[in-house]
């Protein structure tokens, strides 16, 4: 073609004119500082079984069979094989809601004034500058 742009040029403008923002450009930035969600019954079990596992198999390092093998053996296990699992996913949920609870009503509050920040307090900063300004006296001597 003689100086023309070709089709595929022409699609990929068109396509990228009409791009519709993604899932991650929507979404709002993560607070570090939330507190993460509970572990299921089942990923409560798979703390167990991983550590039974590996002593069972070291010589295994492929993550997807410990997996595969921990999703065969949960759905092997009764409910009352799995009550305790259950049980420890239930207290750690209820913890979590304990911790979401007082997240939630410390972002309502907002950001405290009293809470010290990254930059340095006034007497920080004029402790250093006298130090500094001693170790020019000092020098100039």
Known sequence: MKGGNSKTDSRNSKLSVNKKPTKA????????????????????????????????????????????????????????????YVAKADKRKVEYEKTMKAYNKKLEEGPKEDEESDDKSVSEVSEEEDADDRSDEEEDD
Request: charged letters at 35%; aromatic letters at 10%.
């Open 25 to 84: 450009s929507k979404a709002a930035a993560k607070d570090p500082n939330k507190p993460k969600r509970p572990a299921s019954a089942f990923f409560v079990f798979m703390e167990d079984f991983r550590q039974t596992y590996k002593k069972e198999h070291p010589s295994n390092k492929s993550v997807a069979a410990v997996g595969k093998a921990g999703g065969e053996k949960w759905k092997s296990l009764s409910d009352s094989e799995k009550a305790p």
